[in-house]
């Protein structure tokens, strides 16, 4: 789409004009204008893989792009690291923050801030921070480390940062993704205040009601192309939607199989996380055959350590899991598996697949031990390859090239990937956790379409998921967990994003 | 045992630790870079040899020390280009090290019908300090009867502490070292830093080694390192990651390697092989010690990128 360069507005903060990156033959960023004026909150919004992340990398310096310029406050720069970007006062909170953990927060502070002598000084810092906390509702301690820290106190360190450098430009990509609806109101106030002492903000989003909550103005991103720019005033929900995914959104409203048995009962299930606390406390979940169960949550509340236990990869301190009438609690993970457990982790590079292996093997992971892939200890290339094959086909798992790595397909394909090894298996318990996330919105749909169907022929599934659109599409019923417990328990019908935005943040509801 | 044997054996315990610590020490220091270096062995023997060599021809003893260092140097260059710019497997590149840097001090030592072999240095290292000092009891042959590398050892581990947890040059080289793309994004250049840390990680194995050949035993052999690099990297486990530690540990290591010797003067046999392996057992032992306690493994462990390489562009 040729987007005609926009008029130079006055107090003109940044454009970008033309900007095109391509990441392996993929373009993130294809011929993007974008402007940004002193004094405004910008939000940039789109779907996740729309290119909203690349397009604030390459203003930040961190990105180099393939064509395009880059006016600041109308003089051409060409910014050829994040360090430069910063010393033009651009500066950006990055999705996966970017902290020393095992540093202190003044160490973060102090990091490559020029004016700091060759010896670490602590007092003017204490002191500038202080005043940067309370002006902005920023508040933390100097002195605590950073894997303290809860994650919306990390991110208030990342925007002191920021301030502590004299950024003016300040780029936030998809800032509330990772906090309470709550915190989320006291960013968007500290926002406004920054924006309001006449800096320029970026808010990556892709929640509608966000842009309407907190925006001067919003620029649509679809598929690396701007499809889209207006105030916020003359926009409305529906229309950005329209922009954001090139359709009319609908909720897919599915037909229900009637629940069948419990198949997998989780009992009064109380475990430890990493930390040595307890990260779970007296779970009670119960998944019928043919059922949905959505586990609802703000990441970090128990959600991880939940799958893991129904899995085996962590060890419950109390309580009794029973699949299937056998009680499990006790059982490796793969007793598990022969029970007909299937999971698809939250992490799929990580712990989905081996990402050096090429993807018949991976295919292979769970299937290995019978015939036809193996005959005793000797494994059979060649029916490895022909499962493969036809699961590439069953499951749409397109890019595959023969023996290269597996890390090397999209996020979209390693997903039906994963679900193509475990559904294969024919699982009567499922697990999925974050089954969706950071996926492109076609691949959204056919794993959820997926995930519909494989309970519609009677598998019993566990969707843990942070996304509440997911949750409220999929879920027979909602559970939503918070500090490891669960808050409440919700049929579909009476769950809506409201009240589980609530109980996402912690507060119980008498009457709902 | 003896008082005399055993203040003897301490204070050669602090001899034979001396090439550990410099070694040990400058290994510490590329780790806290992010960047693993498993060639000290091959740049302890393949800078040692020439440093050694300088030691033969010329009186000047801190200039054959200087010069094993550039060289050690050097190797360790190999190691940060195949590592950091073309992010070849650290371990991989380390062990390729070894077995280079072993490769080179064998052909050096080959070369004129071995005449390395029978050379020996022009001076030898002296006491610092005169006999009035060495005389006193106990300090005399503990703290002051050593030569001057001794003494630089320790100066060295103090700048190393103070460097490392005092100045914004150390703070910058821990960022790189737990998260290399935080520290890029606040402008330290990630590259070059890893670059100069593991040349300087080269530089004290390099100078461990002439300190070994033309210091402590006065000659050159080949093997004569017998493992003596991949003790150094024990230390820094053992150490933890901090100077000050490898200090301590460095005297430990060495007073196992002097073990053999004094046992065999009481007369208890124990075959020096075993002996070798003590300095591996106790790391692993620290190692269950301290991961047994969550705060002090979070304190005390490997820099979190540590064999990780950093591309800017790539996720
Ligand atoms: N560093 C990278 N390496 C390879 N591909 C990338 C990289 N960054 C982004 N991409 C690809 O570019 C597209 C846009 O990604 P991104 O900018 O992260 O989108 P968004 O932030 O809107 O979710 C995606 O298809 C993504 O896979
Ligand atoms: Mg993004």
Same mark, same amino acid.
């Given at each position: 789409?040729?987007?005609s360069?926009?008029? &130079?507005?006055s107090?003109?903060?940044?454009?970008?004009?033309g900007?095109? $990156?391509?990441?392996?033959?993929?373009?993130?960023n294809e011929?993007?204008?974008?402007?940004l004026?002193w004094?405004?909150?910008? /939000?940039?919004l789109?779907?996740n893989?729309?290119? $909203?992340s690349?397009?604030?990398?390459?203003?930040?310096?961190?990105?180099?792009p393939?064509?395009?310029? +880059?006016?600041?406050?109308?003089?051409?720069?060409?910014?050829?690291?994040?360090h430069q970007?910063?010393?033009?006062?651009?500066?950006? &909170?990055?999705?996966?923050?970017?902290?020393?953990?095992?540093?202190t927060?003044?160490e973060?502070?102090? @990091?490559?801030h020029?004016?700091?002598?060759?010896?670490?000084?602590?007092?003017?810092?204490?002191?500038q921070v202080?005043?940067?906390? !309370?002006?902005?509702?920023?508040?933390?301690?100097?002195?605590?480390?950073?894997?303290?820290?809860?994650?919306?106190?990390?991110?208030?360190?990342?925007?002191?940062k920021?301030?502590?450098?004299?950024v003016?430009?300040? +780029?936030?990509?998809?800032?509330?993704?990772?906090?309470?609806?709550?915190?989320?109101?006291?960013?968007?106030?500290?926002?406004?205040?920054?924006?309001?002492?006449?800096?320029a903000i970026?808010?990556? #989003?892709?929640?509608?009601?966000?842009?309407?909550?907190?925006?001067?103005?919003?620029?649509?991103?679809?598929?690396?192309?701007k499809?889209?720019?207006m105030?916020?005033?003359?926009a409305d929900?529906?229309?950005?939607?329209r922009?954001?995914?090139?359709?009319?959104?609908?909720?897919?409203?599915?037909?229900?199989?009637?629940?069948?048995?419990?198949v997998?009962?989780? $009992?009064?299930?109380?475990?430890?996380?990493?930390?040595?606390?307890?990260?779970i406390?007296?779970?009670e979940i119960?998944?019928? /055959?043919?059922?949905i169960?959505?586990?609802?949550?703000?990441?970090g509340?128990?959600?991880?350590?939940? /799958?893991?236990v129904? #899995?085996?990869?962590?060890?419950?301190?109390?309580?009794? %899991?029973?699949?299937?009438?056998?009680? +499990?609690?006790?059982?490796t993970?793969?007793?598990?598996i022969k029970?007909?457990?299937?999971?698809?982790?939250?992490?799929?590079?990580?712990?989905?697949m081996?990402?050096?292996?090429?993807?018949?093997?991976?295919?292979?992971?769970?299937?290995?031990?019978?015939?036809?892939?193996?005959k005793?200890?000797?494994?059979? $290339?060649?029916?490895?390859?022909?499962?493969?094959?036809?699961?590439?086909k069953?499951?749409?798992?397109?890019g &595959?090239?023969?023996?290269?790595?597996?890390?090397?397909?999209?996020?979209?394909?390693?997903?039906r990937? %994963?679900l193509?090894?475990?559904?294969?298996?024919?699982?009567r318990?499922?697990?999925?956790?974050a089954p969706?996330?950071g996926?492109?919105?076609a691949?959204?749909?056919?794993? !959820?379409?997926?995930?519909?169907?494989e309970a519609?022929a009677?598998?019993?599934?566990l969707?843990i998921?942070?996304?509440?659109?997911?949750?409220?599409?999929?879920?027979?019923?909602v +559970?939503?967990?918070?500090?490891?417990?669960?808050?409440d328990?919700l049929?579909?019908?009476?769950?809506?994003?409201?009240?589980?935005?609530? @109980?996402?943040?912690?507060r119980g &509801?008498?009457?709902? | 045992?003896?008082?005399?044997?055993?203040?003897?054996?301490?204070a050669? *315990?602090?001899?034979i630790?001396?090439?550990?610590?410099?070694?040990?020490?400058?290994?510490?220091m590329?780790?806290?870079?992010?960047?693993? =270096?498993?060639?000290?062995?091959?740049?302890?023997?393949?800078?040692?040899?020439?440093?050694?060599?300088?030691s033969?021809?010329q009186?000047?003893?801190?200039?054959?020390?200087?010069?094993? *260092?550039?060289?050690?140097?050097?190797?360790a260059?190999?190691?940060?280009?195949?590592?950091?710019?073309?992010?070849?497997?650290q371990?991989?590149?380390g062990?390729?090290?070894v077995?280079?840097?072993?490769?080179?001090?064998?052909f050096?030592?080959?070369?004129?019908?071995?005449?390395l072999?029978?050379?020996?240095?022009?001076?030898?290292f002296?006491?610092?300090?005169?006999?009035a000092?060495?005389?006193?009891?106990?300090?005399?042959?503990?703290?002051?009867?050593?030569?001057?590398?001794?003494?630089m050892?320790w100066?060295?581990?103090?700048?190393?502490?103070?460097?490392?947890?005092?100045?914004?040059?150390?703070l910058?080289l821990?960022?790189?070292?737990?998260d290399?793309a935080?520290?890029d994004?606040?402008?330290?250049?990630v590259?070059?830093?890893r670059?100069?840390?593991?040349?300087i990680?080269g530089?004290?194995?390099?100078?461990?080694?002439?300190?070994?050949?033309?210091?402590?035993?006065?000659?050159y052999?080949?093997?004569?390192?017998?493992?003596?690099g991949?003790?150094?990297?024990?230390l820094?486990?053992?150490?933890?990651?901090?100077?000050?530690?490898?200090l301590?540990?460095?005297?430990?290591?060495?007073?196992l390697? =002097?073990?053999?010797?004094?046992?065999?003067?009481?007369?208890?046999?124990?075959?020096?092989?075993?002996?070798?392996?003590?300095?591996?057992?106790?790391?692993i032992?620290?190692l269950?010690?301290i991961? *047994?306690?969550?705060?002090?493994?979070?304190?005390f462990?490997?820099?979190? *990128?540590?064999?990780?390489?950093?591309?800017?562009?790539?996720?």
């Amino acid at each position: 789409m040729a987007e005609s360069v926009p008029e &130079v507005p006055s107090g003109e903060a940044a454009r970008l004009a033309g900007i095109t $990156k391509h990441f392996f033959g993929v373009a993130a960023n294809e011929d993007v204008d974008f402007d940004l004026r002193w004094g405004e909150i910008h /939000a940039l919004l789109g779907e996740n893989g729309a290119g $909203k992340s690349t397009l604030c990398s390459v203003l930040a310096g961190l990105y180099h792009p393939d064509s395009g310029e +880059i006016h600041l406050d109308g003089d051409r720069v060409d910014l050829g690291s994040p360090h430069q970007a910063l010393d033009h006062g651009v500066g950006m &909170v990055y999705q996966h923050f970017r902290l020393v953990d095992r540093f202190t927060v003044a160490e973060n502070l102090t @990091l490559g801030h020029p004016e700091t002598g060759f010896f670490t000084s602590r007092r003017s810092l204490e002191r500038q921070v202080g005043e940067l906390g !309370r002006r902005y509702g920023l508040e933390v301690s100097p002195q605590a480390a950073v894997w303290q820290l809860s994650v919306g106190e990390q991110q208030r360190v990342e925007i002191l940062k920021l301030l502590y450098r004299g950024v003016r430009i300040l +780029i936030l990509d998809e800032p509330t993704a990772v906090l309470t609806p709550q915190e989320s109101q006291n960013l968007f106030g500290t926002l406004r205040a920054l924006a309001d002492d006449g800096r320029a903000i970026i808010f990556v #989003t892709h929640k509608l009601d966000e842009v309407m909550a907190v925006a001067d103005r919003v620029t649509v991103l679809r598929d690396g192309r701007k499809v889209g720019a207006m105030p916020t005033s003359e926009a409305d929900p529906a229309t950005l939607a329209r922009l954001m995914v090139g359709r009319d959104l609908s909720v897919t409203e599915r037909p229900r199989t009637a629940p069948g048995e419990p198949v997998l009962s989780i $009992k009064g299930v109380t475990a430890e996380g990493d930390r040595g606390l307890e990260a779970i406390r007296d779970v009670e979940i119960e998944v019928r /055959a043919s059922q949905i169960v959505g586990v609802a949550g703000v990441a970090g509340n128990g959600q991880r350590e939940l /799958a893991e236990v129904v #899995t085996g990869l962590r060890r419950p301190k109390r309580g009794q %899991i029973i699949m299937g009438g056998v009680d +499990i609690t006790r059982s490796t993970t793969l007793e598990r598996i022969k029970l007909g457990l299937g999971f698809v982790p939250e992490d799929r590079m990580r712990t989905g697949m081996a990402g050096g292996l090429p993807l018949a093997a991976n295919l292979a992971l769970k299937a290995y031990r019978q015939p036809p892939l193996s005959k005793g200890p000797v494994l059979s $290339k060649q029916a490895m390859e022909d499962r493969a094959r036809t699961l590439e086909k069953q499951f749409d798992i397109r890019g &595959v090239r023969g023996a290269l790595p597996t890390s090397l397909l999209s996020g979209g394909n390693i997903q039906r990937a %994963i679900l193509a090894r475990e559904l294969s298996a024919r699982p009567r318990v499922l697990v999925a956790a974050a089954p969706t996330r950071g996926l492109d919105v076609a691949a959204i749909q056919a794993i !959820r379409q997926l995930l519909i169907e494989e309970a519609d022929a009677g598998t019993a599934i566990l969707m843990i998921s942070e996304d509440l659109e997911e949750i409220l599409d999929l879920s027979d019923e909602v +559970i939503v967990l918070y500090e490891g417990q669960v808050m409440d328990r919700l049929p579909r019908d009476r769950a809506d994003p409201d009240l589980l935005g609530m @109980l996402m943040a912690g507060r119980g &509801v008498d009457a709902a | 045992m003896n008082e005399s044997v055993l203040l003897l054996s301490l204070a050669s *315990a602090v001899v034979i630790g001396t090439p550990i610590l410099l070694a040990g020490l400058g290994e510490m220091m590329t780790e806290h870079s992010g960047v693993m =270096n498993l060639g000290i062995e091959g740049m302890l023997l393949g800078g040692g040899v020439v440093g050694f060599w300088m030691s033969t021809q010329q009186a000047s003893l801190p200039l054959a020390m200087a010069v094993g *260092a550039l060289v050690g140097a050097l190797f360790a260059l190999i190691h940060a280009y195949l590592a950091v710019t073309l992010r070849v497997n650290q371990i991989v590149s380390g062990l390729a090290l070894v077995v280079t840097g072993t490769g080179f001090a064998s052909f050096v030592g080959s070369l004129n019908d071995s005449s390395l072999i029978y050379a020996r240095p022009v001076s030898k290292f002296e006491p610092v300090f005169g006999e009035a000092f060495r005389d006193l009891p106990v300090v005399g042959p503990l703290v002051l009867g050593h030569d001057w590398v001794v003494y630089m050892s320790w100066v060295l581990v103090a700048v190393a502490a103070f460097w490392l947890f005092r100045t914004r040059a150390g703070l910058a080289l821990r960022a790189v070292g737990e998260d290399p793309a935080t520290a890029d994004t606040v402008g330290i250049p990630v590259g070059l830093t890893r670059y100069v840390y593991t040349m300087i990680g080269g530089a004290g194995a390099g100078m461990g080694g002439t300190y070994l050949m033309a210091g402590i035993f006065s000659t050159y052999q080949h093997g004569i390192s017998a493992g003596l690099g991949w003790i150094a990297f024990a230390l820094v486990i053992f150490a933890g990651w901090r100077p000050w530690r490898a200090l301590v540990a460095a005297y430990v290591f060495g007073a196992l390697r =002097n073990l053999g010797f004094s046992l065999q003067i009481l007369g208890v046999d124990i075959p020096p092989d075993v002996l070798n392996v003590f300095p591996f057992f106790l790391t692993i032992v620290a190692l269950m010690v301290i991961s *047994a306690r969550p705060a002090a493994a979070r304190r005390f462990s490997a820099p979190s *990128a540590l064999t990780v390489p950093y591309a800017r562009e790539s996720r």
